[in-house]
């Protein structure tokens, strides 16, 4: 932190990220650090949603909001990088009866729900906000999200999920894998 440099983000492709209040959350990718998810939210007269990808470390950023599976103003309740795919990434929403988490493998190009809020499915993630997800590195296919009510599991890339009963419900906000064990933020 001696030293910091400074962003090209591209106001007429990408928009102004400023207004009197935001949230945004940063991952960086640990498949590849030259790669970094940033997204916000910036509210002034009205929300305006950014997701943006950054391939050179983030000297450069290019909006990546394509075909994200949910409409109206939202936050962007977290982002999530996968540990062995640099293209491959997630976007955690908390909107109601829209999707919760959303994936991409082509750096935001395109963006699928794979909780099932569209179209409506069946795949057993509940309608509450998410905060945290982690991919095991093991299997991209294994996820747990940190939920208000605690912590899904999908085995087989979010075709179906499962409440891990063996943890309290309880709001997780943060998961991390140290020692091959999965650290909790509650």
Wanted: glycine share 10%; hydrophobic share 40%; aromatic share 10%.
């Amino acid at each position: 932190g001696s030293t910091w440099a400074v962003s090209t983000f591209n106001l007429a492709t990408n928009g102004d990220w400023r207004g009197s209040q935001s949230a945004a959350t940063v991952k960086v990718s640990v498949a590849n650090p030259d790669v970094v998810y940033a997204g916000s939210v910036a509210s002034g007269t009205s929300a305006n949603f950014r997701l943006n990808v950054s391939r050179d470390n983030g000297l450069t950023f290019t909006k990546t909001t394509g075909n994200l599976p949910i409409t109206g103003s939202y936050f962007i309740s977290g982002l999530a990088a996968s540990s062995v795919n640099a293209g491959q990434a997630y976007t955690l929403l908390s909107a109601p009866n829209q999707a919760k988490i959303s994936k991409t493998s082509d750096y935001g190009a395109t963006w699928k729900d794979i909780t099932g809020f569209s179209p409506i499915s069946n795949t057993g993630f509940p309608n509450v906000p998410v905060h945290s997800l982690i991919e095991m590195p093991f299997d991209e296919n294994v996820l747990w999200a940190g939920t208000d009510i605690g912590v899904f599991e999908t085995t087989n890339g979010g075709a179906s999920w499962i409440l891990v009963t063996a943890l309290p419900p309880v709001s997780v906000w943060g998961m991390k894998i140290v020692d091959d064990q999965v650290v909790l933020a509650t």
